[in-house]
Nanobody
Framework: QVQLVESGGGLVQAGDSLRLSCVAS????????MGWFRQAPGKEREFVAR????????YYADSVKGRFTISTDKSKNTVYLQMNNLKPEDTAVYYC?????????????????WGQGTQVTVSS
């Protein structure tokens, strides 16, 4: 059974950085794409970034491009989301997700497996 466990959230000020981690377990992820999503209060869950586990091809939402970086450490079965120059509008619960069905991995329905989420709060 696939398990995804996020960590690294917290309360920071605008302009600060955070690194989120997602430890994946339960199967071999070589064919999987890993994604990060976020959900602010009263809003839909939105795509943030994704990465292919093997080829490491990345794709970002326009709202985070140039500020966030997604990466993997295969030796630790971990996906990271480095978030720099954080803004108050980045405040949300951040979720890690995984799937291998394709094809685009940019909407919630593209992913079958989800973590429990980690809260990121950015104060102005």
């Amino acid at each position: 059974q696939v398990q995804l466990v996020e960590s690294g959230g917290g309360l920071v000020q605008a302009g600060d950085s955070l690194r989120l981690s997602c430890v994946a377990s339960g199967r071999t992820f070589s064919t999987y794409t890993m994604g990060w999503f976020r959900q602010a209060p009263g809003k839909e869950r939105e795509f943030v970034a994704r990465i292919g586990w093997t080829a490491a091809l990345t794709y970002y939402a326009d709202s985070v491009k140039g500020r966030f970086t997604i990466s993997t450490d295969k030796s630790k079965n971990t996906v990271y989301l480095q978030m720099n120059n954080l803004k108050p509008e980045d405040t949300a619960v951040y979720y890690c997700a995984a799937d291998d069905r394709g094809p685009y991995y940019v909407i919630r329905d593209d992913y079958a497996y989800w973590g429990q989420g980690t809260q990121v709060t950015v104060s102005s």
